[in-house]
């Protein structure tokens, strides 16, 4: 049991995420929800990058992906990555071990190919964000450089020092240069962010 398990270690892939920012050509870089991943706009259509904990995971992903796409159809295609659907001509979606990779609009498979010759395979690990107190009950966070963020509720202020908040968020979404979302929220006194599991269970929009 213990050399399966070791066998099976060895052969499923896990990267870190996919180095957006050597992507030259793109008109806008948008990190939307956590449960959508990261989009990019180029001059042929749409491509997305989801990076997943686990292979369970990017396969949830592309079941919603379908669902949301249903006016293409998605036949399985051999040898295009550890999982493979579409049609070369207008939408291609690939599994790459915990990472989903979609291209839709004209020239997909070059898409396709791009995005997984940009795969980071080391480990990265994700610096946690932090949450500062600048006065009472006004709120700001400090992410790692590289990184972006989103968040969810909150009352949102706009100062001098950047965006604070009166009201902090619900959550934040933090995203690495490599398309790879965490999910954090404030503990119960308000002086730190704890991270989440996140979740598929909510369809995106």
Known sequence: ????????????????GVDINKITELKSSIFQTYETGWMGITK??????????????????MEVMKERLYKYQFPSIEELGDEGYGNPQNILLVREGNIGL????????????LLQSLLIS????????????LDEQIYQFTIPEGFHFSFIGGTPSYTATGLSFVAL?????????????????????????????????????
């Open 44 to 61: 042929d259509g749409i491509i997305r990058v989801y990076v997943a904990d686990s292979e369970e995971e990017v396969q949830l992903w």
């Open 169 to 205: 968020p619900e959550k934040i979404i933090l995203w690495s240069p490599y398309a790879q979302s965490s999910l954090w929220i404030p503990d119960q006194d308000n002086t730190s962010l704890t991270p989440m599991e996140k979740s598929l269970g909510v369809q995106p929009k």
């Open 102 to 113: 979609l291209a839709q609009g004209k020239n997909s498979e070059q898409w396709i190919t």
């Open 122 to 133: 080391e480990i990265i690990p994700t610096p946690a964000p932090q949450l500062l107190t």
């Open 1 to 16: 049991m213990i050399f399966i398990v070791w066998v099976f270690s060895l052969w499923a892939q896990s990267y870190s």
